[in-house]
């Protein structure tokens, strides 16, 4: 299976999350960044991956950036913004085919998430959804993780290629 895992992470735990999942996929898996994820690195993807973290209880928008890049006297080192943020990179998402799953990284009470917006952009793209999106929880604003939350995104990784093998033999009954 052609499996992408395409994140946005500004303190390190979404990008641990990514990696975690992709191991779950199997080694095959690639691991990206938006701005690694170009429309040649995701042609023939039978199943793409993607995750941001929850910013003011959604999906960043440019100014949430913005305001994050101005810095906060609580952030433990300043966001890693060197990516085009998940929200731009879905909108320039070009038409595609497959399946898909969406994840976040959120403090365990965030009444909103990120994965809404996120699987409308990759239904909009013609991906199709493959399970109900996932959710990992980080301790803090900035993380760490919470304990188990790698494991579990392993074991979600598992799940997912697990579902699409699934589909695959169903269609081809």
Same mark, same amino acid.
């Given at each position: 299976?052609?499996? @992408?895992?395409?994140?946005?992470?500004?303190?390190?735990?979404?990008?641990?999350? +990514?990696?975690?999942?992709?191991?779950?996929?199997?080694?095959?898996?690639?691991?990206?960044?938006?701005?690694?994820?170009?429309? +040649?690195?995701?042609?023939?993807?039978?199943? #793409? @991956?993607?995750?941001?973290?929850? %910013?003011?209880?959604?999906? $960043?928008?440019?100014?949430?950036?913005?305001?994050? &890049?101005? *810095?906060?006297?609580?952030? /433990?080192?300043?966001?890693?913004?060197?990516?085009?943020?998940? !929200?731009?990179?879905?909108? *320039?998402?070009?038409?595609?085919? *497959?399946?898909?799953?969406?994840?976040?990284?959120? %403090?365990?009470?965030?009444?909103?998430?990120?994965?809404?917006? #996120?699987?409308?952009?990759?239904?909009?793209?013609?991906? @199709? /959804?493959?399970?109900? &999106?996932?959710?990992?929880?980080?301790?803090?604003?900035?993380?760490?993780?919470?304990? *188990?939350?790698?494991? !579990? +995104? !392993?074991?979600?990784?598992?799940?997912?290629?697990?579902?699409? $093998?699934?589909?695959?033999?169903?269609?081809?009954?």
């Amino acid at each position: 299976m052609n499996a @992408v895992v395409v994140y946005e992470s500004h303190w390190g735990n979404t990008a641990a999350i +990514a990696h975690a999942v992709a191991e779950g996929l199997g080694p095959e898996a690639r691991t990206l960044t938006t701005d690694e994820a170009s429309s +040649a690195s995701l042609a023939n993807v039978d199943l #793409i @991956v993607v995750g941001a973290p929850v %910013i003011g209880f959604s999906l $960043a928008s440019n100014k949430m950036r913005d305001d994050m &890049a101005k *810095g906060s006297s609580k952030a /433990p080192s300043p966001p890693d913004l060197s990516h085009p943020s998940m !929200r731009s990179w879905l909108q *320039g998402l070009p038409p595609g085919h *497959g399946r898909s799953a969406a994840f976040e990284t959120r %403090i365990w009470w965030s009444p909103r998430g990120a994965t809404g917006d #996120i699987e409308r952009g990759l239904r909009n793209a013609g991906y @199709v /959804p493959v399970t109900k &999106a996932a959710k990992f929880v980080v301790e803090g604003s900035y993380g760490p993780l919470r304990d *188990g939350e790698l494991e !579990r +995104a !392993r074991q979600w990784g598992t799940e997912l290629k697990a579902s699409v $093998a699934a589909s695959d033999t169903a269609i081809l009954s």
